[in-house]
């Protein structure tokens, strides 16, 4: 079956422009997580929902950064006024369940704010 | 919070011999350790993974073994390939919450 997607896959952005990142876990999948990978490193957990319900938040860096799964399926990723900071590989991941421990990640989506 | 510490950066080895990475991580909760791997472009894809209750778990080519005492664990690929090239990672996870915590990658390269 169809894996994890991420749109788009590319996304340059001017300093203090808004952008929005999408990913469309694997159908079925109730938990949903969305990393930062910086360039050479990790990723690192930015938050984490369960069907719509975001249960932590506690990786998002800034107040800037905004999630939001309405219905339990398809995700955004948010950033307002981003900054050179902010440029990294944005990844999604989803689980089948909650507690169930394997995660299935997209491919990313590269953001490069200039 | 979990501390994933990662060795070595990079390696290269000839093709066909093996390939060790370890990692260690600080909080004795975390019993799930997955390894994935990520190629040029591409989002990370798990090849193994193994849990606390298991001291090793083995997948073809590819082996995971695990000492909770000492709070480290390894991936072992043998008879190494071209295509094993790529960039692996070790995280490690509690039961709850499931969060994932990376190191901070290896890169193998395979020379054939």
């Known amino acids: 079956g169809a894996g994890v997607s991420q749109s788009p896959r590319y996304k340059v952005a001017k300093r203090g422009q808004d952008v929005a990142l999408r990913c469309d876990p694997i159908?079925?999948?109730?938990?949903l997580f969305w990393y930062q990978q910086a360039l050479g490193q990790g990723p690192e957990f930015l938050t984490y929902f369960q069907n719509e319900a975001q249960l932590d938040k506690s990786g998002l860096p800034s107040d800037r950064f905004f999630a939001e799964r309405p219905e339990g399926s398809v995700s955004t990723l948010k950033i307002q006024r981003t900054q050179q900071e902010d440029s990294a590989v944005y990844l999604c991941?989803?689980?089948?369940?909650?507690?169930?421990?394997?995660?299935?990640f997209g491919p990313g989506t590269r953001l490069l704010v200039l | 919070g979990e501390n994933v510490e990662q060795h070595p950066s990079t390696l290269s080895v000839q093709e066909g011999d093996s390939a060790v990475i370890k990692c260690t991580y600080s909080?004795?909760?975390?019993?799930?350790f997955p390894w994935y791997k990520q190629e040029l472009g591409k989002g990370p894809q798990l090849i193994i993974d193994i849990r606390s209750n298991v001291g090793e778990k083995k997948d073809q080519r590819i082996a995971v073994t695990l000492n909770k005492t000492a709070k480290h664990f390894s991936l072992h690929i043998t008879e190494t390939q071209p295509e094993d090239s790529a960039v692996y990672f070790c995280?490690?996870?509690?039961?709850?919450?499931?969060?994932?915590?990376f190191g901070t990658g290896t890169s193998l390269t395979v020379i054939p």
């Open positions: 159908s079925g999948h109730v938990s």
């Open positions: 995280a490690a996870s509690y039961s709850t919450g499931n969060q994932f915590y």
């Open positions: 991941a989803s689980s089948l369940a909650a507690g169930e421990e394997t995660q299935y």
């Open positions: 909080d004795s909760a975390s019993n799930y």
